[in-house]
């Protein structure tokens, strides 16, 4: 799920009251919650003003944003407004006036942006899977932030011009965050577990900032049985259901192990095949054949997905293969 995010904020205060002719003392500046804190472009945003001194329940406030004045009354302390789109601008100000005529002011600026959070694991899929590489115990995962900051003259702020403050579980990941790190290569979750992966993105005067998270999760590898045909090769348009059914009395299968870890040489993956509850011996590699005789016969192929450096790598399946080959009529009759 991809999240967009930005705030900028500059909070001040005009410490002006006065009680006829008698100027009060100043009061502390009122502070502007924007909720979501980093909003996308067209987004309605949520205005909550926040301070200590005055007495804001009692006290006149006025919203505006641009200039003009969106709301206002005794203790109209919240206050929506509608963003335009990147490279566009709100400035909202919120004046308070409480009943012994001091006031306080707090402004804040709102520009929109957007960061997509990419990611995929270091684990193997085939070619022209369409699917992203999940992650699996014991490999990395990539993760990029693409990120939309607009400037008001419709330029964009490259890369190279921002800051990425990458975070998982909350935590800072000082060694792969600053200026330009926009890719980031990091552990995947433990076996059974997941974690929190986001990047804060800043640029050097902070006027723009933008945000996006993941939640990623770790997941087993996953055995699939494709059928090799002997004159298509391996059909991975569709992979061998639970129950299957072949008209031949021979048949070669190819197990593919997705999610695999792929940091090492494939040579490491160990296959070990079982048919009818009997281990095939040899049979470490990710093909097998099947052959039969008689009318009917029901193969129970097991196959167990081991790592030999990766002991976290794990994987069992099953299938049921009916092999019921055809009686052919040639010239002669029966064949």
Request: with cysteine.
């Amino acid at each position: 799920m991809w999240c967009f995010r930005l705030l900028i904020m500059t909070v001040c205060m005009i410490p002006l009251a006065a009680h006829g002719q008698t100027l009060l003392s100043p009061v502390d500046p009122l502070s502007i919650e924007v909720d979501p804190a980093y909003p996308a472009p067209f987004e309605i945003v949520t205005l909550r003003v926040i301070g200590n001194v005055l007495e804001l329940g009692e006290s006149a406030i006025s919203w505006s944003a641009n200039g003009k004045r969106i709301t206002s009354g005794t203790g109209v302390r919240s206050a929506t407004v509608t963003l335009g789109a990147s490279g566009t601008s709100v400035s909202v100000e919120v004046a308070a006036i409480s009943p012994d005529g001091a006031r306080a002011v707090g402004l804040v600026t709102i520009r929109p942006t957007e960061v997509d959070l990419h990611w995929s694991a270091n684990s193997y899929v085939p070619p022209f899977f369409r699917g992203r590489a999940l992650p699996s115990a014991g490999v990395t995962m990539r993760a990029e932030a693409l990120t939309r900051f607009r400037r008001a003259n419709g330029s964009t702020l490259e890369s190279n011009e921002l800051t990425y403050t990458w975070r998982r579980n909350n935590h800072v990941l000082i060694s792969v965050s600053g200026r330009g790190k926009n890719i980031v290569e990091v552990p995947t979750p433990p076996l059974f577990g997941s974690h929190i992966l986001s990047v804060t993105v800043t640029s050097s005067d902070d006027t723009y900032r933008g945000y996006a998270s993941e939640r990623i999760s770790s997941y087993e590898p996953v055995l699939l049985l494709y059928h090799e045909h002997p004159l298509f090769g391996v059909l991975t348009n569709a992979a061998i259901q639970e129950n299957a059914f072949f008209d031949d009395r021979e048949a070669t299968f190819t197990a593919t192990p997705y999610y695999a870890d792929t940091a090492r040489e494939q040579n490491d993956y160990i296959f070990n095949w079982g048919v009818n509850r009997s281990l095939v011996p040899g049979s470490e590699q990710n093909q097998i054949t099947i052959r039969t005789e008689g009318a009917q016969v029901v193969a129970q192929i097991e196959l167990i997905f081991s790592h030999a450096v990766n002991w976290l790598q794990n994987a069992r399946n099953t299938w049921n293969i009916t092999f019921e080959p055809t009686t052919q009529s040639g010239f002669f009759g029966n064949e």
